[in-house]
């Protein structure tokens, strides 16, 4: 039942990775959570994440597409969301194109439709640094170009932001895209770099590592994205599309040698050319969400990596 003494916040893709983790962190004397998301893909660790790491109590959860519009629509319905948490959306992972259209572009035009009939006041959206492509600025800044994304992916988070801005002209939906940089942790998907290094260098099998290792990335603790999340989620912003990253850059080599100290293990290194469309640094300028949003990431790459394979060890090894 609905406790009208605090907001409802409605997120989709509240059983992935940095949704569970927000379910986590929100303030439940404050908000009623509802969860919409699709138990498809890494099922056992999507029901891990609701029933393990989060407390069922908390949260009132839908197993639904988003494209089930007759079912969603009765969602909003019944719990007349005050905010909603877009977070779901179709991974960067090369496939069909099509599946990118639907899961991604698709159900965003849903959601935000759906909050214009409903009356929601405001929607924070999941973008990514990807739409910046080959931007050679670096670091990244909101004002950068986003006009020659290199993916299909890319393109829908672009997009994402266009449709966003157009429902906050045209209908005064407050709405606030986060462009997520390299967010890694506990409870991350198994495709990820630092969660498939780290399961392929504790089981002795060799790890690919693309410009020998050179490349450099933006990586964010979970944690610290999540903070960003909820700033946005709580302050007064009228449309606003922000970085949010470490701020910092690290080379793919110094991850894997964090990786093998905390493991206690070396990697078997196979060193190949850089994949295509990838680039060889990104870096997010965060002084934005630092000026709007308060943000403030503290947790560094070596305490975040500790941190993770402490976690691995935990709950990872023990289960196998």
């Known amino acids: 039942m609905k406790n009208y003494n605090k907001k409802t916040i409605l997120i989709t893709g509240g059983a992935g990775f940095i949704g569970c983790h927000l379910v986590n962190q929100l303030d439940k004397d404050k908000y009623n959570i509802v969860i919409l998301d699709r138990l498809v893909n890494n099922i056992e660790l999507k029901q891990n994440r609701l029933n393990k790491f989060l407390n069922p109590a908390d949260y009132i959860f839908y197993n639904t597409e988003l494209d089930n519009v007759k079912k969603i ?26 599946l990118y259209n639907e899961t991604n572009t698709m159900s965003t035009v849903g959601i935000f439709e759906l909050a ?37 992916y890319a393109a829908t988070k672009k997009s994402d932001e266009v449709l966003a801005y157009t429902y906050h002209h045209l209908y ?4 606030i895209g986060l462009r997520f940089f390299t967010t890694y942790g506990p409870w991350g998907r198994p495709d990820m770099a630092i969660s498939k290094f780290t399961e392929q260098i504790y089981r002795g099998e060799p790890i690919t590592i693309h410009n020998h290792g050179k490349i450099r990335k933006d990586f964010s603790y979970i944690t610290d994205t999540v903070s960003g999340i909820i700033s946005a989620i709580e302050t007064n912003l009228n449309f ?33 050319d850089m994949h295509f469309g990838d680039l060889p640094e990104t870096r997010a300028n965060i002084e934005k969400a630092k000026k709007l949003l308060n943000y403030k990431p503290k947790i560094n790459i070596e305490e975040g990596i500790k941190r993770y394979i402490d976690w691995y060890k935990k709950y990872i090894i023990i289960i196998k």
């Open 73 to 98: 629509k009765k969602i909003f319905y019944g719990h007349k969301p005050d905010i909603v948490c877009h977070l779901a959306a179709q991974t960067n992972l090369g496939i069909d194109s099509k």
């Open 116 to 152: 214009r009939e409903f009356n929601v006041p405001k929607i924070v959206f999941a973008s990514s640094s990807m739409v910046y492509g080959d931007s050679a600025r670096i670091p990244f800044t909101e004002t950068d170009s986003t006009d020659h994304p290199l993916s299909v």
């Open 172 to 175: 005064g939906i407050k709405m």
């Open 240 to 272: 606003e599309i922000i970085n949010l990253g470490s701020g910092t850059s690290t080379e793919i080599q110094k991850v894997i040698e964090l990786i093998e100290n905390n493991l206690e293990k070396t990697a078997k290194k196979e060193y190949i």
